[in-house]
């Protein structure tokens, strides 16, 4: 069948019409086509399914053609819509018609040659619409899959560099997942869209990667800092910020925010700008309280992990001290998920 997929629909209060039209659109090899006597009950049709051609009568009760198609046009601009009327050669009719959103036109009585070359030509303009709409869907497919191994690669990517400062620090091997995974649940659960609850995963591995500056004396130093040597840890913050602060990359722009800022308390005795409250950027603020609280409850070479209760009345100590008060709040209230993501990424 030379249409096969393709549907039309009739609207003739007339039924003899409605037979012709079809009859004639049968001959051409439409052989799917929905007949209307109530042009109200067509329009509520055409609202609803997808159609490829139309025709329509002019004079009609409740509905004429002209204003059928006005209201149509509104829910679709392309579908071609062939108007019939027996008004013979009115110039206005046509022009208004035209202006409404018809295609073309048929007069009545209805002539086959002109009916099969009107329509074949319509027809095939809508087959060649429906193959755009399909490789412009495709294409649009394909982008989205190239976009997605695009991403892919960029978290990739960002895994690798977070892991930069384990190369320094080893105990931070699984510090910084659990850091992660903690910000993003804190995100989360703070109401932060799914982008946002991603960037803030993406990035916060990267809040200690001006260690990488910091020399091993003090670094790996298996014993308290002297005041001194705390001074030289602390630059680590504004290394990490210069490290990432020039980047694209809106996963490392965060990163250079929150290596600046994490370090920063709430009454604003922090450092390295002794900011305070919502000065403090709410990534900084988030991974501030998953920092310390991971930091607590991990064994490092100068101290023994804390318990899990120890760690939760530290964040309650310092809440409006050291953390955002809401996030510790948040923090205790999801400590079942926070105790599940601490089990699943210990060191090996």
Do not use: C
């Amino acid at each position: 069948m030379k249409y096969k997929n393709i549907q039309a629909v009739s609207i003739d209060d007339n039924q003899q019409n409605l037979m012709l039209v079809e009859a004639y659109a049968n001959e051409i090899g439409v052989e799917n086509v929905k007949n209307f006597l109530n042009p109200l009950e067509a329009l509520k049709f055409l609202k609803k399914e997808q159609v490829d051609i139309i025709f329509v009568d002019y004079m009609m009760p409740e509905l004429n053609g002209v204003d059928l198609i006005q209201k149509y046009r509104k829910h679709n601009k392309d579908v071609p819509i062939i108007m019939i009327t027996a008004v013979g050669d009115d110039e206005d009719l046509r022009i208004d018609a035209l202006e409404k959103g018809a295609t073309d036109f048929l007069k009545k009585p209805l002539d086959y040659a002109e009916f099969n070359a009107r329509v074949n030509n319509l027809l095939a303009l809508r087959i060649a619409q429906l193959k755009l709409q399909d490789k412009a869907l495709l294409l649009e497919d394909e982008i989205k899959k190239a976009t997605a191994q695009i991403v892919k690669r960029e978290h990739e990517t960002l895994k690798v560099l977070g892991k930069t400062a384990e190369y320094k620090d080893p105990e931070t091997a699984s510090h910084i997942a659990r850091v992660a995974h903690y910000s993003k649940l804190l995100a989360k659960k703070y109401g932060l869209s799914k982008k946002e609850q991603e960037v803030i995963f993406y990035a916060s591995p990267f809040h200690d990667i001006g260690k990488v500056g910091i020399p091993d004396a003090i670094l790996l130093k298996p014993a308290k800092l002297t005041d001194e040597e705390f001074v030289v840890m602390k630059t680590h913050a504004f290394i990490g910020y210069d490290i990432l602060k020039y980047s694209e990359s809106e996963f490392l722009k965060e990163g250079a925010t929150i290596a600046l800022s994490h370090h920063e308390k709430y009454n604003g005795s922090g450092y390295p700008n002794g900011i305070k409250g919502d000065e403090i950027p709410l990534s900084g603020r988030i991974v501030a309280v998953a920092d310390v609280f991971d930091a607590l409850t991990s064994i490092r070479p100068y101290k023994k992990a804390w318990s899990f209760e120890d760690a939760k009345q530290l964040l309650i100590d310092e809440k409006e001290k050291h953390f955002d008060p809401q996030l510790v709040d948040i923090f205790i209230e999801n400590i079942d998920e926070v105790r599940t993501i601490y089990e699943m990424f210990q060191e090996d």
